[in-house]
């Protein structure tokens, strides 16, 4: 059941260049969150009135916190890069649906900023779980994925763990797993997609995609997929209200 609210900033800090991590208080959303799921967050300048989507990283739900971990891109997220302890800010969420949680043993594969959502999912499978984290050089929520699982790194210019992507790390690591879940740029979950069909293995994916209303009433944030969806009825899911999470055969890439 998602909520709108003004939560209160418990603390903010910079974890990588333009990269800001923000632990928010809340009074229901915490509470209803799961591992996946995202929060649209709104500016206060009249100006924008689009929300923000973005994933959610950690949730605390007996103390009613959340963390999200987010990249700077524009004036909207430069703006809650300035908010500061005591301050608050107006979020909806949670939005949309989470990753199933299996006992399988399982792949968690991150790149970018598609890393954050890994860490509550580690923390909440029953399972083996494998952490494969994807980064451009800077490094960041390394201690928290390494409490969570075994951590295994790339970075695309082989300052640590493996150089190149993180199919890369897979293949030099001699990894393997019953089920995979996703979070990344597009031409990351295409390899992944097809990885995985090649394996005959689950796949969970979670699509990152600009958005407007981020609950599924404007039809912003579209992708294709392999059956007619019921409210267009065409090709199309939208990823804020029928994902962000997809089964990685239901969708295409």
């Known amino acids: 059941m998602k909520s709108r609210e003004f939560a209160a900033v418990i603390e903010q800090?910079?974890?990588?260049?333009?990269?800001?991590?923000?632990?928010?208080?809340?009074?229901?959303?915490?509470?209803?969150?799961?591992?996946g799921q995202f929060i649209s967050v709104y500016t206060k300048d009249d100006s924008r009135m689009l929300p923000r989507p973005i994933s959610i990283c950690e949730i605390d739900r007996e103390a009613g916190k959340l963390r999200i971990v987010?990249?700077?891109?524009?004036?909207?997220?430069?703006?809650?890069?300035?908010?500061?302890?005591?301050?608050?800010?107006?979020?909806?969420g949670p939005l949309g649906n989470g990753f199933p949680l299996k006992e399988k043993k399982a792949f968690l594969m991150g790149g970018g900023i598609g890393v954050p959502p890994m860490v509550q999912l580690a923390k909440?499978?029953?399972?083996?779980?494998?952490?494969?984290?994807?980064?451009?050089d800077e490094l960041f929520l390394t201690e928290e994925l390494s409490a969570a699982g075994k951590l295994y790194i790339a970075t695309e210019?082989?300052?640590?763990?493996?150089?190149?992507?993180?199919?890369?790390?897979?293949?030099?690591?001699?990894?393997?797993?019953?089920?995979i879940y996703a979070c990344g740029p597009k031409p990351m979950l295409r390899a992944i997609k097809a990885y995985a069909?090649?394996?005959?293995?689950?796949?969970?994916?979670?699509?990152?995609?600009?958005?407007?209303?981020?609950?599924?009433?404007?039809?912003?944030?579209?992708?294709?997929?392999?059956?007619?969806?019921?409210?267009?009825?065409?090709?199309?899911?939208?990823?804020?209200k029928d994902g962000p999470v997809f089964l990685s055969t239901e969708v295409e890439l």
């Not at 800090?13 to 800001?20: C, V």
């Not at 005959?200 to 997929?225: D, F, P, R, T």
């Open 197 to 240: 069909e090649e394996n005959n293995i689950e796949c969970y994916i979670s699509m990152e995609e600009k958005m407007a209303c981020g609950i599924g009433a404007c039809l912003a944030c579209v992708c294709q997929s392999k059956e007619v969806d019921e409210h267009t009825h065409v090709h199309n899911k939208r990823i804020c």
């Open 157 to 179: 210019d082989g300052s640590a763990g493996t150089k190149g992507n993180v199919m890369d790390a897979i293949r030099e690591n001699g990894l393997s797993a019953d089920i």
């Open 124 to 136: 909440e499978l029953d399972c083996e779980v494998q952490i494969i984290a994807g980064y451009r």
């Open 13 to 35: 800090k910079k974890i990588a260049t333009d990269t800001y991590s923000m632990w928010i208080q809340t009074e229901q959303i915490a509470k209803d969150a799961r591992p």
């Open 70 to 92: 987010y990249r700077v891109v524009g004036q909207g997220t430069d703006e809650f890069s300035r908010l500061q302890a005591g301050d608050t800010i107006e979020i909806l």
